[in-house]
């Protein structure tokens, strides 16, 4: 397993970074600063999950995912946004993203999301 993490934070960078191997220690994380680096991975190397942060420069998440879609890659898009709230959860859904996670993340909450994806099915 492979995941593509978007995040212009150092800060949330190690954080989001250090809980995905702390709870998939088996799974390869690699970590790019913004939505065009991640495009750039996405075009030429296979993930089975992308974690993105919304603000970033460049391009940021809304942009990622719309970008990833018109390409017709089917990589499941996950966003980590401190913006989830109220309205912001139907626009992050409206435009591509299959879920979201709430920062500062919360690793339990981060398992059950990310478990379906990341853990081959029916091994606990
Ligand atoms: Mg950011």
């Known amino acids: ?28 994380v690699l970590m790019v600063s913004n939505g065009a680096e991640a495009l750039d991975k996405l075009k030429t190397e296979a993930f089975d999950l992308v974690l993105s942060d919304v603000d970033m420069p460049l391009m940021n998440g809304y942009e990622l995912v719309s970008e990833v879609k018109a390409l017709g890659l089917n990589v499941p898009m996950i966003c980590v ?25 919360d690793m339990d909450d981060m398992k059950l999301i990310l478990d379906p994806y990341l853990l081959p099915a029916g091994i606990e």
């Not at 946004?81 to 993340?105: Q, V, W």
């Open 1 to 28: 397993m492979r995941i593509l993490i978007a995040e212009d934070e150092e800060y949330n960078q190690m954080v989001v970074q250090t809980m995905i191997e702390l709870l998939y220690p088996e799974v390869e």
């Open 81 to 105: 946004t401190a913006f989830a709230i109220s309205g912001d959860k139907e626009k992050l859904l409206m435009h591509g993203f299959e879920r979201y996670i709430s920062k500062p993340i």
